[in-house]
């Protein structure tokens, strides 16, 4: 199945007040990479979280954001610290004694103080409500990334199918020029025969050298065959279920072989053009491919 690496999925979950939001962005990358920033309260769910994604995602750069909203259920975020309202209040009333002030010590002069305010401990079953959301949250942007992800694929698909059927047609047409060729070939064997028989003296040895020198050059049959079956495997590949990433990847390591092999052997310039234009829309695979888990 043709997979984009690309995409971006948001979910939500709430319960109680407690609001959860999750958004996963994916890019491309050679391996799995996964990065996660968590809230404190469940940050030692990191590696649970990144089981989830990896049991979806196969290849790609993974960032996961989690965000938890408990605005809603009416109780504040921070609370005080008792130890150190009272120590700064006796530390005012003897700075008070101390300066002569006979004003009394109140409430607005403890607030300058902003350490006073800490956050909130989160309870064990707070702790777990948020996971459970989050997990929740997860699967849903996973939801959606993934429905983006496959959307783009069948648009790379779609595109890859048709550069490569454009391949098979450059082939197409180098093999017919290949084909005319014969004649010209063998005239061109003849001439060089007839070089070597003017004087009636023939070396056999070098008879032999020259005529396998040239069929060895200009014989691109091997590669042709073998490029026909890349072509093959690529298509079959572009509608396996299986993700295809790497086996694309290195299909067009092995088509861009074929080609460069046919361009030089052929030895001519009509089949050389043919082959540019091969290796263009090959060089177009190579860049989807490049996208794709």
Excluded: C
């Amino acid at each position: 199945m043709v997979i984009s690496m690309t995409g971006f999925g948001r979910g939500e979950a709430s319960d109680d007040g407690i609001h959860v939001t999750v958004e996963i962005k994916t890019l491309n990358s050679r391996y799995l990479d996964v990065s996660t920033r968590l809230p404190n309260s469940i940050n030692h769910k990191e590696l649970d979280l990144k089981e989830l994604i990896q049991s979806r995602v196969n290849r790609g750069k993974v960032n996961v954001n989690v965000y938890v909203d408990k605005a809603r259920t009416g109780e504040p975020d921070i609370t005080f610290s008792p130890q150190l309202v009272k120590s700064y209040g006796k530390m005012m009333e003897q700075l008070r004694q101390t300066a002569g002030i006979s004003e009394s010590v109140n409430l607005q002069d403890i607030l300058h103080f902003e350490d006073i305010f800490v956050k909130r401990p989160e309870d064990e079953e707070t702790i777990k409500k948020i996971w459970k959301l989050a997990q929740n949250a997860s699967q849903n942007a996973l939801g959606m990334m993934m429905r983006m992800r496959e959307k783009e694929g069948d648009q790379l698909k779609n595109e890859l199918n048709n550069l490569i059927k454009g391949i098979e047609s450059q082939l197409d047409n180098v093999i017919k020029l290949s084909e005319k060729r014969a004649p010209e070939a063998m005239d061109r064997l003849k001439s060089r025969l007839s070089v070597l028989l003017k004087d009636d003296e023939v070396d056999p040895e070098r008879l032999e050298q020259e005529i396998a020198l040239l069929v060895d050059k200009m014989d691109i049959q091997e590669e042709v065959i073998r490029l026909k079956s890349h072509l093959k495997f690529f298509l079959e590949a572009l509608n396996s279920e299986d993700t295809v990433g790497r086996r694309l990847n290195f299909l067009s390591q092995e088509i861009n072989r074929e080609l460069n092999t046919i361009g030089s052997k052929a030895n001519d310039s009509e089949i050389s053009h043919l082959v540019v234009y091969a290796k263009e829309k090959l060089e177009q695979i190579r860049e989807q491919v490049q996208n794709i888990e």
